[in-house]
């Protein structure tokens, strides 16, 4: 398994912007599809956004298509998520996960066996 740590959560208004990393470690960083998942107040786990171990490939939720964007760095052992036009909606407790890159791009949470700990966006209305 890779150990990972997400940061870059915090406080902003509606509109605003955020940008979270999830830094890997442990084992060769582009061999792992990566996601981003979310946990909103009173709320199940839901995926937000995938990408291949490569960076070639991506799926987004429909909730968040247009305003995230996913990317990746290899050579950092980092994984990104740029936040625009935030809404109250997106608050949540942001998670990031891995799985084995041969299995493909998935959105469902039992597939995926690394995660992190979780940071916490806060969107103010």
């Known amino acids: 398994q890779v150990q990972l740590v997400e940061s870059g959560g915090g406080l902003v208004q509606a509109g605003g912007s955020l940008r979270l990393s999830c830094a890997a470690s442990?084992?060769?960083?582009?061999?792992?599809?990566m996601a981003w998942f979310r946990r909103a107040p009173g709320k199940e786990r839901e995926f937000v956004v995938g990408i291949s171990g490569s960076g070639g490939a991506t799926n987004y939720a429909d909730s968040v298509k247009g305003r995230f964007t996913i990317s990746r760095d290899n050579a950092k052992n980092t994984m990104y998520l740029q936040m625009n036009i935030l809404k109250p909606e997106d608050t949540a407790v942001y998670y990031c996960?891995?799985?084995?890159?041969?299995?493909?791009?998935?959105?469902?949470?039992?597939?995926?066996?690394?995660w992190g700990q979780g940071t916490q966006v806060t969107v103010s209305s």
């Open positions: 442990g084992r060769t960083f582009s061999y792992y599809n």
């Open positions: 996960a891995a799985r084995p890159d041969y299995y493909g791009l998935s959105n469902r949470q039992a597939d995926f066996n690394s």
